[in-house]
Structures are given as structure tokens and as C-alpha cells.
């Protein structure tokens, strides 16, 4: 089996993708625009060949790349990179070269938030009122309707990059005083908890791996106040959450694919929908979940690809954590005081790429334990402030 891998040197703790597919009989071949001799040296052994194209942003270069490696290795069975930033590129790749996973009109489905809103609607899934706007008088229209505070979002757009909360006619002034850059989704906003629903589906749509995540905080505040969060992999997933996530595995039409969604948790205990991504979180997530389930997701996602079978341990036997620090603030204990004192709690720590510093820290520790008491205090340790 010929497996394509854009950009396999980024995320950095994605990697092992590419070296559980070789360990697992699957011919890996990488395409990017870095340097050869730049990749870490378990990834160059996992690739049978690298292809390092001039500019990954245009896609002719794509094209004659794929279209190298399809002389040199015969045909191409699968195609990916498991990133947001490839999910159109991967895509239009996929429908030219035949290649089997999603295709252009699913991944629009869920790029476009005002999209993903017809799937949830159909799914009888509830989420915020919103709109898409494409000019300042529209989005005036649906403020006079559903009253401040509202959430302005780029329709199509990664986390929470150019997305902010209006509470009042000045804030949405300064916010359309430039005129909008692009389609905008406006919503109502909602007072809740973000929590999600990850896991990864098998080639039938089955779900074959479940997680769930519950934030400190949204990333929408984190990233415009600059402040800290953390997240916490939990033990059980309620019902009505896994619920609505096989409901959006079945909308969304998944298959052999990793997906992570998120939903506001109402303070009278109903879910919404916000938002969903086909791919797995973001940061050290794919990390947590080795940790919290001692198994490796990087092995049984491979195995799906090549085999069809997938067999990942999914009892979470432990609570995990993710707790980031940003360089800019000043805490009371220093980094080697807190690594003294969380001990065996502490099971990894490493500094942040810079792409994710914004919503994630620039310094990342991961916690594991039983109690998840022990998790929010050792959380508050790490990022308790000077």
C-alpha cells in the first residue's frame, strides 16, 4: 500500500504516523517544502521516498509531485496529513489522483461553519442562531435580532484566529470599521463549557476509538486576552455527548478518519453544537490519549489504514491533562520547581511550537492520575501566578 504524507514533519509529535505505517508494511512517502536533512531521523527512515516540493501553497507543484511519486511507486491508495491547514488541499488532491477519503463537497460541509449548521439542524442537534454575513449591513440585521452579546467568526477559519465577542454597538463598529475580509459567521453567544467529542471512525463509520475533553476556558478568550488554559482528557463521557457525536460521525459521513467535535455545556446541563473538525485535536492530544489509555493511537490509527482493522485500549483508566504556560506571564514556581514537585504526576513536558503559543502556551505539560482532584490541583500549581 502507497501512503502519501503531506508535511509529515509537522506537527512534530505527529511523526509516528509515518513510522507506525512503515512498521506496519505501508510503502510512506512524504512531500513537503522542508529540507530533507531538516527531518528528525525516525521519520527519514519511515519514508521510502521524500519528495520536497518548492511551495506546498501551490498546488501545481502538488500535482507534479504526486505525479513523480505515482511514476515511481505505482498507485496511490491513501493520502493525508491528519493537519486543518491540508484539509482543501488534501481533498482536490484526493478527486485528481483518485485517490479514496474525503473529497472537495464533505470537506466544504465542514470548513464552512454556516455549513456545519445545516448537518447539526439535520441531526436535530441544537446550536447557537447564526448567520453568515458578507457585508456590514447584514450583520447589523442579525444583531437588531438576536441582541448583543454575539460571537463574530470567519466562516471559514482554525480555532479562534480573527474571532471576537461584541457586547455593544461601539465593539461592533471597530469590529466592521474596515469592512469584513471575508465571509463572517455571526452567532449568538453562548454561556457554557467547551467540551468535546474525539475519537476516530473505521472504514463502515464505526466508532472504533471515543475521547472527551473539558477546557478551563475558551480559546477564544484565551487567545485574545493572551492568558492560559488548560484541558483535561476525562474518564467517562456522558451519554447525551457520545450520543450526539455518533449523530455527527453518521451527518458528516466519516470513515477512517479521526474527527474532534465541540459543544457548549448550558448551565442547565443541555449540550449545543459549536463547531467540528475532521481531524484530531490540536496541541499534545494524540500524546494524552497514549497516556491516559497506555496504548499507542498512533499504531492503531495506522493499522485502520493499512489492515482495516483497529485495536486501541479505550478504558481511560487515567485522567490527563494538558496545562501550558506562556512565556510572557510570571508564575510563582519556576519550571524546575514544578517539575520537583508534580513527581510522578507529571509524565511529559516540552515547549510549544510557536503556531500554537497563541491558544496553547508556549511551555505544555502533561498530567496523569486517577483522582481527578490531584489533576486541578497540580494544574493550579503549574499555572498559579507570581
Avoid at 469584513?180 to 475519537?199: H, K, Q, S
Avoid at 490519549?289 to 485495536?311: H, K
Wanted: aromatic share 10%.
Amino acid at each position: 500500500m502507497n501512503v502519501v504524507f503531506l508535511s509529515p514533519h509537522f506537527p512534530p509529535n505527529f511523526y509516528p504516523f509515518c513510522v507506525r505505517l512503515r512498521e506496519l508494511g505501508a510503502t510512506v512517502l512524504g512531500m513537503a517544502d522542508e529540507p530533507a536533512e531538516w527531518l528528525r531521523p525516525e521519520l527519514r527512515a519511515s519514508l521510502t521516498e521524500y519528495y520536497r516540493v518548492a511551495n506546498m501553497e501551490c498546488y501545481d507543484d502538488l500535482l507534479r509531485g504526486l505525479g513523480h511519486l505515482t511514476a515511481r511507486h505505482g498507485r496511490l491508495h491513501r493520502l493525508d496529513s491528519l493537519s486543518e491547514h491540508w484539509l482543501d488541499t488534501e481533498s482536490r488532491l484526493r478527486e485528481d489522483f483518485n485517490i479514496p477519503g474525503l473529497r472537495p463537497g464533505q470537506i466544504d460541509r465542514a470548513r464552512r461553519k454556516s455549513r456545519m449548521k445545516e448537518v447539526f439542524v439535520r441531526a436535530g442537534i441544537p446550536c447557537a442562531r447564526g448567520h453568515r454575513c458578507r457585508d456590514a449591513e447584514t450583520v447589523r440585521c442579525f444583531i437588531r435580532d438576536v441582541g448583543y452579546p454575539v460571537v463574530a467568526k470567519p466562516d471559514v477559519g482554525v480555532g479562534a484566529a480573527n474571532t471576537y465577542k461584541l457586547t455593544s454597538d461601539a465593539e461592533l463598529e471597530a469590529f466592521l470599521a474596515n469592512g469584513l475580509p471575508a465571509d463572517y459567521m455571526i452567532e449568538e453567544f453562548v454561556a457554557g463549557a467547551i467540551v468535546t467529542y474525539d475519537g476516530l471512525a473505521d472504514r463502515d463509520g464505526r466508532i472504533v476509538f471515543d475521547a472527551s475533553l473539558r477546557y478551563s476556558r475558551g480559546v477564544m478568550e484565551v487567545v485574545n486576552e493572551d492568558s492560559d488554559i488548560w484541558y483535561v482528557a476525562d474518564r467517562d463521557i456522558p451519554e447525551d455527548l457520545a450520543e450526539f457525536g455518533r449523530l455527527l460521525v453518521e451527518g458528516f459521513d466519516l470513515r477512517e478518519r479521526f474527527f474532534h467535535f465541540e459543544f457548549f455545556r448550558l448551565p442547565d446541563g443541555s449540550l449545543k453544537a459549536l463547531e467540528v473538525n475532521l481531524r484530531p485535536p490540536g496541541g499534545l492530544t494524540v500524546d494524552m490519549w497514549n497516556y491516559q489509555n497506555d496504548a499507542d493511537i498512533f499504531r492503531a490509527w495506522a493499522s485502520l489504514v493499512v489492515t482495516g482493522e483497529c485495536s486501541m485500549p479505550n478504558e481511560r483508566p487515567w485522567y490527563c491533562a494538558y496545562v501550558g504556560r506562556k512565556h510572557r506571564m510570571t508564575y510563582s514556581l519556576g519550571h524546575e520547581e514544578v517539575v520537583r514537585r508534580l513527581g510522578a504526576l507529571l509524565v511529559h513536558e516540552q515547549p510549544v511550537n510557536d503556531v500554537f503559543s497563541a491558544a496553547i502556551g508556549n511551555h505544555g505539560y502533561i498530567l496523569r492520575a486517577a483522582r481527578l482532584d490531584d489533576i486541578e490541583a497540580a494544574a493550579e500549581l503549574i499555572q498559579r501566578r507570581a
